[in-house]
């Protein structure tokens, strides 16, 4: 069956999980650490992607929404992949238009408004996945028509993919701060008022911040459809915003490198736990560990070490 | 059709569970610029330590009642010392993923004392009376004007009532009230006047929780359970309310918790959407106020 | 940023990430150390458990674990034969996925029994057990399973839904109630029944006024109620799971609702978490389906009261089918030579099916016996015959129950008209 099995095989998944969760945290990085954006829509965006690569691509013959059926991966004659296909753009776009539609209202709020706001436009997303069934099979959930399930190379091809994806996503965003564009949005972070008073429309500026961390989050989602290959509303409900957040935060604010660190670093936290199973004996102490071990290590972190691992000084609380 | 009445009187009623917690959210917002995340958790961890007193161990109700608040502003108070004393200094960001990080563990201590399998009180079930029943053709509907209540709900109604009372006369009548509302306006010159910050942060953290453990008594009591995840799941609605009513403000976040309430009740109202919807009804309306009056219906003032 | 710090960074970063895959790495060479399992040919074969100790179902993976340890203890009762590895799914797909990868792919378990949870079944089939031919056992009820592309390696013991909502439509029916409104838990689960009531109930001449979906983690259902309500419907069919539904039969009680309509639920609803948390008064009357074994309706009685004897606590009608469901793996684990997934497949499917001597869960030992001595068996559970057919699903037959004084009385068969 696969070429590559054994304990080899679950390190590669829990290598991919902690890919997607750098992607993830990468846009997650660059509405919070780069431009100071308060986004708590990350579960939502992440959903998005994940359920609009799964309509799109439903298999010949299944219901589609809006009749639309677009082939999701395609494999040319030598048996690799072809980077990229529709359905990653199709929800990249679908992304895009929410992301412009949510933060109209919401960008010009202070900070902490922009927290809840943001939340609870999550919340109705997550509330118009489950709803509307003839979209998404609501609450029973939907299969992802995933080729590469099942061949050879399916955990190689899908670690490889999310690596890609996570290069393409660096380069892009490395380039963008450097950028006088990225130079602007740390001045938005540092001081909105005194780089409106330098004449740059804040609120654009802001605006196009929000919108591509956003699609970045939701690329982050077509993998995970590739990953666990059945969606359901109750995947992406808001304690993953919260994780994400701990990983950015964690890897340390601002930073790029920081942010892939703290995804390897969240993926690592939430599978550690499993092992200490094996040590503790009472099943309900081992299985709740992982949160007391979660909540005692972001106590501690934020204490000793509150920009975290990488990130700069200055940013740190703020 | 269902009657507007008893849709409005349901939204006074889970609205003042929502006070309940939001006023002491606001306290502490006000006083200490964050958000405590935390809140949710001592609402369950309230619940729990009553249904330890009054089931458990047998001792009549309200004492139980009564020695949990007791202990939740303990609590409050340890939390603060323990943990947010080192923070003073620290961004509001820092301070707010310290007490995500406090809920978790206050989260997973319940989970691992209790397990996870839902509990009541088990107070005696009454049925409400039918108070008015009827309703007047319009046209093609009926505008229904029926009401049904228990004297738990009006004794819930009147808790939330008495509470908000109290916190006002707290603040505008106790030399510690105003010095807290001192303290929220301007800290440093709050400091130079000689008022104790700290010890106002304490007493805010005590009253906060103490606010909060009354809630989440009344929430086990309403809805007849307890579970883990009971604190976090009315935090969204506490913290929409608290919005709504401005940071910082315990009279907007009273007025901000009935409306939520009365907005997610009247879910049930608009065609289409149903009861389903109901959380994002609330938002919609958190965001339209937004849109009329950004800082919120009461913009952040103590007065 | 300067150019030194970037190279400070560059390399605190790289050292950080390096120790922090480096530990991943070693937790996971390490744990494999530790864990030691998966032997195959003699000694304690060990079936890996994926559930959900955390989560929405948390409280049915509790009622799991209990159940399968209770089986085991028959199994195991001459020596330690069959172990049992769990792993939380959190009732999550994507960390159920991991947790099975660590079950098949880290410790290398030829068998799983995997998710409550349809969702979390779903993905974990899709995910880990077909792409590595592993054979795999679920909770998950819903028909999705039934017709999965799997090469027969998902089965259940556990009736699919729809035969589950066709019974509750002809009780509905039965009992005189020609509209109800139907109050569902919004997910996989309550989704699947409810459509599929409504569409048997319907095809009987039945109304359905309003199709009512709620979340759980709310502590107030009254807007609910109201919509389920305001069709002014004889009965209400509630789809729910306990806490919930502790929740709703408080408030309907209070709101007048009792009076006027007649409760109907399903199984979910039926057990110690809602008569020990809901006053009697609020769901006298009630009546429901459950799933029921059509004869040995004496081994299902004896069954709870082992539990009563062990646990102190009457089981739900679910526990009945993970304590079968148990027994099924464990018995292919002991039947077999070489414990791995394709002769556990081809083991799985005789032995729960009518051919050879039937055997009940106080005659396991003698099962195995048998087993061992290559004779065919038939195991009979305390939840049915429990004969997978060709799909991986078993048959449904499904009993009535009432509540009378606050506790849940069983009544008669149902024969479906649907």
């Known amino acids: 069956m696969a070429v590559v099995t054994g304990p080899a095989a679950f390190l590669l998944s829990l290598l991919t999980t902690a890919v997607i969760f750098s992607v993830l945290a990468l846009g997650l990085n660059l509405q919070w650490g780069y431009t100071g954006l308060f986004n708590f829509s990350v579960a939502a965006f992440w959903a998005i992607g994940a359920y609009t690569a799964a309509i799109v691509t439903r298999a010949p013959g299944a219901e589609t929404a809006f009749g639309l059926n677009l082939p999701y991966l395609w494999v040319d004659a030598f048996g690799v992949p072809v980077p990229f296909p529709a359905a990653v753009i199709v929800a990249a776009a679908v992304s895009a238009v929410v992301a412009v539609i949510i933060s109209i209202p919401t960008l010009r709020l202070r900070a902490d408004y922009l927290a809840i706001a943001t939340l609870g436009l999550a919340e109705t997303i997550r509330l118009v996945i489950l709803n509307e069934r003839w979209l998404t099979e609501g609450g029973q959930g ?174 740190a609380g703020e | 059709m269902v009657s507007i009445i008893q849709v409005l009187f349901d939204g006074v009623v889970f609205g003042s569970i929502v006070l309940l917690g939001a006023v002491g959210l606001s306290l502490l917002y006000g006083i200490g610029n964050f958000a405590n995340f935390a809140h949710g958790e001592l609402l369950a961890v309230s619940a729990y330590v009553t249904y330890l007193l009054f089931v458990t161990v047998g001792l009549p109700f309200l004492l139980a009642a009564a020695v949990t608040v007791g202990l939740t502003a303990l609590l409050g108070v340890g939390i603060d ?217 009461a913009g952040g003032s103590w007065s | 940023m300067a150019d030194d710090s970037h190279g400070q960074e560059y390399s605190r970063r790289s050292f950080v990430k390096t120790t922090g895959v480096s530990a991943a790495v070693g937790a996971t060479a390490l744990s494999g150390c530790l864990g030691g ?101 679920t909770g998950g009820t819903s028909s999705k399973i039934s017709t999965l592309d799997d090469d027969d390696l998902v089965f259940r013991g556990s009736p699919p839904t729809q035969f589950q909502a066709r019974a509750l439509a002809t009780l509905v029916s039965n009992e005189g109630v020609s509209s109800t409104a139907v109050v569902f838990i919004n997910n996989d689960f309550g989704g699947a029944i409810s459509e599929e009531f409504k569409s048997a109930y319907e095809q009987i001449g039945g109304t359905v006024t309003d199709m009512v979906g ?51 639920a399903n199984e979910a609803v039926k057990g110690a978490d809602v008569s020990d948390n809901v006053d009697a008064q609020a769901i006298n009357g009630m009546k429901g389906t459950q799933p029921s074994p059509p004869t040995n309706r004496d081994i299902y009685q004896e069954f709870i009261a082992a539990n009563q004897e062990e646990y102190g606590r009457e089981p739900i009608v679910w526990e009945a089918y993970y304590f079968d469901t148990t027994v099924l793996c464990a018995l292919a684990a002991v039947a077999v030579d070489s414990y791995e997934s394709g002769a556990l497949k081809e083991a799985v499917y005789p032995l729960s099916r009518p051919e050879g001597t039937s055997y009940n869960y106080k005659q396991i030992g003698d099962a195995i016996g048998a087993l061992e001595n290559g004779e065919p068996i038939n195991y009979d559970g305390v939840s049915g015959s429990v004969d997978l057919d060709d799909r991986g699903d078993v048959p449904g037959s499904y009993r009535q129950w009432e509540v009378v004084d606050g506790s849940f009385e069983l009544g008669s068969f149902i024969d479906s008209q649907v």
């Open chain 1, 142 to 315: 939907m299969a992802v028509q995933n080729p590469i399930t099942g061949t050879a190379l399916a955990n190689v091809t899908l670690f490889a993919l999310a690596v890609l994806a996570l290069v393409l996503v660096y380069a892009v965003l490395v380039r963008a701060i450097d950028s006088p564009w990225g130079r602007v949005l740390k001045g938005i972070r540092e001081d909105e008022d005194a780089t409106n008073a330098l004449g740059k429309n804040t609120f654009r500026f802001k605006m196009q911040s929000f919108v591509i961390g956003s699609v970045i989050i939701t690329i982050g989602g077509t993998l995970t459809a590739l990953q666990i290959n059945y969606l359901v509303p109750q995947q992406f409900n808001p304690e993953w915003t919260f994780f994400v957040w701990i990983a950015v935060l964690l890897g340390g604010t601002g930073s790029n490198r920081g942010a892939i660190l703290g995804g390897f670093v969240l993926a690592f936290l939430l599978e550690v736990p499993r092992y200490l199973n094996d040590l503790i004996p009472y099943g309900n102490v081992a299985s709740n560990s992982r949160l007391l071990i979660i909540g005692v290590l972001i106590i501690v972190i934020m204490t000793f070490r509150p920009q975290g691992l990488l990130g700069d000084e200055g940013v």
């Open chain 3, 37 to 137: 399992i998966a032997g195959s040919g003699g000694g304690t074969r060990t079936i890996g458990a994926a559930i959900p100790q955390t989560g929405e179902l948390s409280e049915f993976g509790a009622h799991y674990e209990r159940q399968s340890e209770f089986a085991l203890s028959f199994v195991n009762e001459d020596s330690e034969r069959v172990a049992m590895s769990y792993e939380d799914t959190q009732t999550s797909p994507n960390v159920g996925v991991t947790a099975a990868q660590k079950l098949v792919n880290q410790d290398g378990l030829p068998m799983l029994f995997a998710g409550l949870s349809s969702g979390v079944a779903l993905a974990i089939a899709r995910s880990v057990a077909i792409p590595n031919g592993t054979l795999m056992a």
């Open chain 2, 81 to 297: 010392r323990g943990i947010l004393q080192i923070h003073r200094d620290s961004g509001s960001l820092t301070k707010l993923l310290v007490t995500v990080g406090v809920a978790f563990v206050l989260r997973s201590l319940i989970r691992i004392v209790w397990a996870s399998e839902p509990r009541s009180y088990r107070l005696p079930l009454e049925q409400g009376t039918q108070v008015l029943e009827g309703g007047i053709p319009l046209g093609i509907t009926t505008f229904r004007y029926d009401l049904f209540m228990t004297t738990d709900s009006l004794l819930v109604v009147g808790l939330g009532g008495a509470c908000a009372g109290a916190t006002h006369l707290f603040l505008t009548r106790t030399k510690m009230g105003v010095a807290m509302r001192a303290t929220a306006a301007n800290r440093s010159l709050s400091q130079v006047t000689g008022i104790d910050t700290d010890v106002v942060a304490r007493i805010a953290w005590a009253l906060s929780a103490g606010l909060a453990a009354i809630g989440g008594i009344a929430l086990a009591v309403s809805s007849g359970l307890l579970y883990p995840r009971m604190g976090f799941d009315i935090l969204l609605l506490v913290f929409a309310a608290v919005i709504l009513g401005g940071i910082g403000s315990p009279y907007g976040a009273m007025v901000g918790a009935y409306v939520i309430a009365i907005a997610q009740e009247a879910s049930v109202l608009v065609p289409g959407v149903g009861a389903r919807y109901r959380l994002a009804v609330a938002f919609v309306i958190l965001f339209v106020v937004l849109l009329v009056k950004p800082t919120g219906i």
């Open chain 3, 214 to 264: 709620y979340e759980s983690g709310k502590s107030s259902y009254r807007s609910q109620l109201n919509a389920a309500t305001a069709g002014d419907p004889d009965g209400i069919v509630f789809i729910a799971y306990p806490k919930a539904f502790t929740v709703m039969a408080k408030q309907a009680f209070e709101m007048g609702i009792k009076e006027d309509v007649q409760y109907f």
